[in-house]
């Protein structure tokens, strides 16, 4: 209490200094090695502090999951912003992806490390399916045969390209040259 007043705490930028020590610490350890009490030293609060937000070690994992696709998929809405529905703006997207996956090399091995986590495999699981449904939509656009099959097809493409790219510690011009040409885009 401060001049009789109680200070109201702001609960969500409690949670997003968790989330963004997780970030932080992710370009330093491997998922195996990512403890509670590290996050919540690099976060400066409290252990119990992380339990009111996080239930487990696993929704926090999952939660930094989600975090990291929703900034992708901002990424991904920007670059195909005023795009018109078919294969460029696929591969727009898909680039926009990548490059975002580049930015955050920890997080994305963290959370290829974490998939054996039954929550982050549903949520990987999620996140390819809610990436194929905008990717259905641009399939759909050109006439593509079983658009949805292909849609599936593209973002186990694209993830495998995140991986690649990952494991390099850098983009990897020929594979996304590759991708263009999946497509049928010329050069």
């Known amino acids: ?16 200094r968790l989330l963004d020590a997780g ?3 992710a370009d330093k350890a491997a998922l195996s090695a990512l403890r ?56 727009r ?23 054996a986590e039954p929550l982050i495999r549903q949520a990987v699981s999620a996140q390819n399916a809610r990436f194929a449904a905008l990717a259905t939509e641009e399939f759909k656009a050109v006439d593509w045969p079983a658009p949805p099959h292909a849609a599936r097809l593209w973002v186990g493409m694209v993830a495998e390209a995140a991986i690649a790219e990952s494991e390099a510690g850098r983009k990897l011009p020929p594979l996304r040259q590759a991708l263009r040409r999946f497509l049928g885009l010329n050069d």
């Open 1 to 16: 209490m401060l001049s009789g007043r109680t200070v109201a705490r702001d609960g969500r930028a409690t949670r997003e």
């Open 23 to 25: 970030l932080l610490l």
């Open 36 to 91: 509670v009490d590290a996050v919540v030293e690099a976060a400066a609060v409290a252990k119990g502090t992380f339990y009111v937000h996080f239930a487990t070690r696993e929704d926090y994992l999952a939660a930094l999951h989600g975090r990291f696709h929703d900034r992708l998929a901002g990424r991904i809405e920007l670059a195909v912003a005023g795009q018109a529905p078919g294969m460029e703006r696929l591969l």
């Open 93 to 115: 997207g898909s680039l926009a992806y990548l490059d975002g996956c580049c930015e955050q090399q920890g997080i994305k091995a963290m959370l290829l490390g974490a998939r």
